[in-house]
T-cell receptor, first 110, second 114 residues
Framework: EDKVVQSPLSLVVHEGDTVTLNCSYE??????LLWYKQEKKAPTFLFML????IEKKSGRLSSILDKKELFSILNITATQTGDSAVYLC??????????FGAGTTVTVRA | DVKVTQSSRYLVKRTGEKVFLECVQD?????MFWYRQDPGLGLRLIYF???????EKGDIPEGYSVSREKKERFSLILESASTNQTSMYLC?????????????FGEGSWLTVV
């Protein structure tokens, strides 16, 4: 059975802090790893990672995949209150099936 | 710019009632999905469909059924709602070869069963 595990399940930080979210996976026929941000509505797409060791960046967010150790991290630097959300990680297989982790709830305090 | 629409955003139903959750997408996607999302459990797949009149069970299909009579519409049915089905339900759609930015989610339907 495919499994995606995110840690921590929740964290609280102050504005300006850096946050690192973890996602490990055990997925048969792995294709890519996806990150989403969800703020009380539809998840919005952040990153898709297919190759190991190549960092993807978007503003203060960055992510990298390690296909040997089967994990990915999502970093958020200089956090702002608008970064408060649930961050979802999902693995997609070569036959395009998705498995989601439980999510990490990030709360950024002013 | 709405692409996946879940018509019922907030519902309160009584135990034993039949509940219909509708999802409509305007992107001509073949694949449509129903998930439920609970704190600490993430998104869990209930049912999915790869084409009209086709359906397949996901990880937690018990207590649910689905209907796909038209390509753009995928309905989730709770034949007899129970309190443990109180949850947020998310619909998603994507083309056959999905990438992260081609998977579209609805806004979610918050169901409370009392």
């Amino acid at each position: 059975e495919d499994k995606v595990v995110q840690s921590p399940l929740s964290l609280v930080v102050h504005e300006g802090d850096t946050v690192t979210l973890n996602c490990s996976y055990e997925v048969t026929n792995f294709r890519s790893l996806l990150w989403y941000k969800q703020e009380k509505k539809a998840p919005t797409f952040l990153f898709m990672l297919t190759s190991s060791g190549i960092e993807k960046k978007s503003g203060r967010l960055s992510s990298i995949l390690d296909k040997k150790e089967l994990f990915s991290i999502l970093n958020i630097t200089a956090t702002q209150t608008g970064d408060s959300a649930v961050y979802l990680c999902a693995a997609i297989t070569n036959d395009y099936k998705l498995s989601f982790g439980a999510g990490t709830t990030v709360t950024v305090r002013a | 710019d709405v692409k996946v629409t879940q018509s019922s955003r907030y519902l309160v139903k009584r135990t034993g009632e039949k509940v219909f959750l509708e999802c409509v997408q305007d992107m001509d996607h073949e694949n449509m999905f129903w998930y439920r999302q609970d704190p600490g459990l993430g998104l869990r797949l209930i049912y999915f469909s790869y084409d009209v009149k086709m359906k397949e069970k996901g990880d937690i299909p018990e207590g649910y059924s689905v209907s796909r009579e038209k390509k753009e519409r995928f309905s989730l049915i709770l034949e007899s709602a129970s309190t443990n089905q109180t949850s947020m339900y998310l619909c998603a759609s994507h083309p056959p070869r999905a990438a992260g930015n081609t998977i579209y989610f609805g806004e979610g339907s918050w169901l409370t069963v009392v």
